[in-house]
C-alpha cells in the first residue's frame, strides 16, 4: 500500500489567518480524501481531490473556506482559511486502494486561538 | 441513529486480558474497515473486511454480513494497544461512514 507524508503534524494558528496542509504519497493515485475530525468526533469527508478537476465538496464544506489543489498524482493541499477556534480539530488525508482498503496520513491537529 | 455504531465508547482493560470491540451497521456494505488511531492523531488500517475473519497477529475480526455486525479482538492485550480503534463502512459505490470509535486503555 502507499505511504503518505503529511504535515505539519500540527500547529496553533491566529484566528482570522490560513493554513495549509501538505499531503505527498509514495506512488500515483487518482483519488485524495480530505478528513476532519472534530474534538470527541467521528471522521468526516471534507472533499475528494482528483487530479486535473475541481475536488468534489460535501454538504457543509465550501471550496472559499476549504480550498484544495490537486498539482499532480502524488500531491495534494488542503487550504483552512480565516480559521476560527471551530476549527480546530485534527485534519487527515487519505487514498484509497480499491479492493485492498485505505491509506491515511499521519495527521494535523491544529488549534485556533 | 449513526449508520455505524460501536461499543463500547470506552474501554480500560489490564495487560493480557482479551478485548472485544463491537460494530453494528445498518445499510448495505461491499466492505468494512477497522481503524486505529493514535494519540497524535494518525490512522492505522488493520483490517478491511467483507466476509468471514481475518488474523494478524494478536488481532482478530469477524464479521456476519447477515447480522450488519463485526468484532474485533485483541489477544493477550498490551499497554501499547492503547488506542482508539474505529470501525468504517463502505456502502457499495458510497464514501466511508465512520463509527465513532472506541477508547481503549490497557493497564500494566
Known amino acids: 500500500s502507499a505511504v503518505i507524508s503529511q504535515k505539519p503534524s500540527r500547529d496553533i494558528c491566529q484566528r482570522g489567518t490560513s493554513l495549509t496542509i501538505q499531503c505527498q504519497v509514495d506512488?500515483?493515485?487518482?483519488?485524495m480524501f480530505w478528513y476532519r475530525q472534530q474534538p470527541g468526533q467521528s471522521l468526516t469527508l471534507i472533499a475528494t481531490?482528483?487530479?486535473?478537476?475541481?475536488?468534489?465538496?460535501e454538504s457543509g464544506f465550501v471550496i472559499d473556506k476549504f480550498p484544495i489543489s490537486r498539482p499532480n498524482l502524488t500531491f495534494s493541499t488542503l487550504t483552512v482559511s480565516n480559521m476560527s477556534p471551530e476549527d480546530s480539530s485534527i485534519y487527515l488525508c487519505?487514498?484509497?486502494?480499491?479492493?485492498?482498503?485505505?491509506?491515511f496520513g499521519s495527521g494535523t491537529r491544529l488549534t485556533v486561538v | 441513529k449513526n449508520e455505524v455504531e460501536q461499543s463500547p465508547q470506552n474501554l480500560t482493560a489490564q495487560e493480557g486480558e482479551f478485548i472485544t470491540i463491537n460494530c453494528s451497521y445498518s445499510?448495505?456494505?461491499?466492505?468494512l474497515h477497522w481503524l486505529q488511531q493514535h494519540p497524535g492523531g494518525g490512522i492505522v488500517s488493520l483490517f478491511m473486511?467483507?466476509?468471514g475473519k481475518k488474523k494478524h497477529g494478536r488481532l482478530i475480526a469477524t464479521i456476519n454480513i447477515q447480522e450488519k455486525h463485526s468484532s474485533l479482538h485483541i489477544t493477550a492485550s498490551h499497554p501499547r494497544d492503547s488506542a482508539v480503534y474505529i470501525c468504517?463502512?463502505?456502502?457499495?459505490?458510497?464514501?466511508?461512514?465512520f463509527g465513532e470509535g472506541t477508547q481503549l486503555t490497557v493497564n500494566p
Open positions: 487519505s487514498v484509497g486502494h480499491g479492493d485492498y482498503g485505505y491509506t
Open positions: 468504517a463502512v463502505r456502502p457499495s459505490g458510497s464514501r466511508l461512514t
Open positions: 473486511l467483507s466476509s
Open positions: 445499510v448495505g456494505i461491499s466492505a
Open positions: 506512488s500515483q493515485v487518482t483519488m
Open positions: 481531490a482528483n487530479q486535473g478537476s475541481e475536488a468534489t465538496y
